[in-house]
Structures are given as structure tokens and as C-alpha cells.
């Protein structure tokens, strides 16, 4: 099974700086996707980005971007500008292909932003 | 409103007493999956499923059945609660792999 490791049980951030939560993973396949997800109080899971390993572009979404580095099995999410409402824990995720029935999750970070 | 509805969001129960707790989703997602959240472990897939009565096991499947007998719902059922059970559970569907799964509120389950 793959297994999704993020290293950083919490981070903190000053207000409008910026912030790099890390996530490596282990695969054996060449295709794959990877995700993202932000989890507030609320316990809502929200989609902030997602990456497919066959394409060398990092992905951005506004204030949110990534680093992936394919041979490394690294995946990085940046968030520039923090702001209060990012504040949340954040999960990064595996999910094989084809047919992507597994899903792996990491054990997620608790960002904190300081005002 | 495209969502995912899963109920009760909260439930109680005593060890042995058969629950279910509902799925629901709107999009006519081909994927679901059932997840445990507990704290200092992410999220556990338990079940998922890519179609109708096409159901397989994720990583933590004991103590757990499900049923995808029409696209939009998919329960999850426990025959026999146990107290490791105790935890909060999601809901989730998605249309394609590459476009990631759309999450339910979320069910907080106590076992006692």
C-alpha cells in the first residue's frame, strides 16, 4: 500500500506571510494523482488543489500553489499572504490510478495563523 | 445545491446495536467511499465503491458492511458496534480519479 507522510504536526504563520507545509509519499506507479485538502473547525474537508504526476507544471490556485517533485516523491503546498480563515488542519492525499479506487491520506498538519 | 449528505451527523450507541448511517450524493458521481478520521491517524478508507453493486475493501474493512445498490447511495452499516469504532466518519464521491472526492459533513460516532 502507499503510504502518505507529512512531517509537520503544526506550523504557524504570521498574517500575510508565507507558509510551506511538506508531504512526501511512496509509489511504485508512474501515474498517480495527488491532492491537497483543508479541514477547518467546521470538520468540513475542502478541495484546495490537485496535481497529476504526468504533468511537470506545478499546480496554483490562487494564494495556493504546489511543489511537486516527482522523483523525489515530494509535494509541497505553499500558501502566500496567509490570512485568518486558512487556519485549519491540512491532509495531503494519494490517489492511484487507473482505475482509483485507493485514496491514502497522511496524518496532517495544524497550521496556525497568528494575527 | 451538488453535495454529499450523510446522516446523523451526530450518533451515540451502545456496543452490539446494529446502526447505519446514510449516504446520499446528488452528481451522479460513478465513485464513493466511506473514510474514519481519529486523531494522529488521518484519514482510513473503509470501503469504496466504483459502481452500482460494485463495492471492495479499503485499508480498515473489519467491523464494517456496505451496499451500493443505486448510484447515489451508499451506506454503511455495522452489524455489531464495537467501542474502537468511535470516531468520526465521512462520507465521499467523486466523478473521474483525477478530480478528487467530494466530502459529506461527517458522522461523530460514539460507541459505549
Known amino acids: 500500500a502507499q503510504t502518505v507522510t507529512q512531517s509537520q504536526p503544526e506550523m504557524s504563520v504570521q498574517e500575510a506571510e508565507t507558509v510551506t507545509l511538506s508531504c512526501t509519499y511512496d509509489?511504485?506507479?508512474?501515474?498517480?494523482?495527488l491532492f491537497w485538502y483543508k479541514q477547518p473547525p467546521s470538520r468540513q474537508m475542502i478541495l484546495v488543489i490537485r496535481?497529476?504526476?504526468?504533468?511537470?507544471q506545478n499546480a496554483t490556485e490562487n494564494r495556493f500553489s504546489v511543489n511537486f517533485q516527482k522523483a523525489a516523491k515530494s509535494f509541497s503546498l505553499k500558501i502566500s499572504d496567509s490570512q485568518l480563515g486558512d487556519a485549519a488542519m491540512y491532509f495531503c492525499?494519494?490517489?492511484?490510478?487507473?482505475?482509483?479506487?485507493?485514496?491514502?491520506f497522511g496524518t496532517g498538519t495544524s497550521l496556525t495563523v497568528i494575527p | 445545491e451538488a453535495q454529499v449528505t450523510q446522516n446523523p451527523r451526530y450518533l451515540i450507541t451502545v456496543t452490539g446495536k446494529k446502526l447505519t448511517v446514510t449516504c446520499s450524493q446528488n452528481?451522479?458521481?460513478?465513485?464513493m467511499s466511506w473514510y474514519r478520521q481519529d486523531p494522529g491517524l488521518g484519514l482510513r478508507q473503509i470501503y469504496y465503491?466504483?459502481?452500482?453493486?460494485?463495492?471492495d475493501k479499503g485499508d480498515v474493512p473489519e467491523g464494517y458492511k456496505v451496499s451500493r445498490k443505486e448510484k447515489r447511495n451508499f451506506p454503511l452499516i455495522l452489524e455489531s458496534p464495537s467501542p474502537n469504532q468511535t470516531s468520526l466518519y465521512f462520507c465521499?464521491?467523486?466523478?473521474?480519479?483525477?478530480?478528487?472526492?467530494?466530502f459529506g459533513s461527517g458522522t461523530r460516532l460514539t460507541v459505549v
Open positions: 465503491s466504483m459502481n452500482v453493486e460494485v463495492t
Open positions: 509509489t511504485s506507479e508512474s501515474d498517480y494523482y
Open positions: 465521499a464521491s467523486s466523478l473521474r480519479p483525477a478530480s478528487g472526492y467530494t
Open positions: 452528481m451522479n458521481h460513478e465513485y
Open positions: 496535481q497529476e504526476a504526468y504533468k511537470q
Open positions: 492525499a494519494y490517489r492511484s490510478q487507473p482505475l482509483g479506487n485507493q485514496f491514502y
